[in-house]
């Protein structure tokens, strides 16, 4: 079984069994639908969808992206579906990409609901442009920060 990340193989030791890369893609796509929303809407009901997206970027932060609802959807309705993925995915850089994700939309959560109405705009449309790539592209923007970090700590050590 060979772990990867997008079309190459990972530079960091992968964790045992990986996940299927097909699940955060479909998680991202979700995610993309409810951030535009968020954008269209406004402060007001927007903020109400934008902090949805922030507590499904907070339990992928801690369960990782198989561990939100959009993943639970992915195992439950899609995956049953679809043909066993030809690889598998280390399932750290998609759990540090929810870190990303909940440090952009939180902060733009938070700013709006301390009054700065810009902010949901433009900390939703910067998290939505990670999400569209992701789903339409399979380029997980978060999951390329942790790879130049594990390979920024490696040349360290």
């Known amino acids: 079984m060979s772990i990867t990340h997008g079309d190459r193989a990972a530079d960091v030791a ?6 299927d890369p097909r699940g955060p893609r479909f ?26 997206v922030v507590a ?6 801690v369960r990782g992206a198989q561990g939100t609802w ?9 995956q049953p579906r679809l043909a066993p993925p030809a690889e598998r995915e ?16 939180g902060a733009g959560l938070l700013l709006t609901v301390l009054g ?3 902010a949901l705009p433009v900390f939703g449309v910067l998290a939505l ?11 997980c923007l978060g999951c390329e920060i942790y ?8 040349a360290r050590s």
């Open 129 to 139: 442009v990670a999400a569209v790539l992701n789903a339409v592209a399979g380029f």
């Open 70 to 78: 959009q993943g639970w959807l992915f195992k439950r309705l899609v």
């Open 147 to 154: 790879l130049l970090l594990a390979r920024f700590r490696g």
């Open 27 to 52: 998680g991202a796509a979700l995610t993309a639908v409810l951030l535009v929303l968020a954008v269209v809407l406004g402060p007001g009901a927007g903020t109400t969808v934008l902090a949805v």
């Open 116 to 118: 700065l109405h810009w």
């Open 90 to 105: 280390d399932p750290r850089p998609p759990r540090f990409a929810q870190a990303v994700g909940l440090v952009i939309t």
């Open 14 to 19: 992968p964790a045992s069994g990986g996940i």
């Open 56 to 61: 499904s970027f907070a339990l992928g932060a």
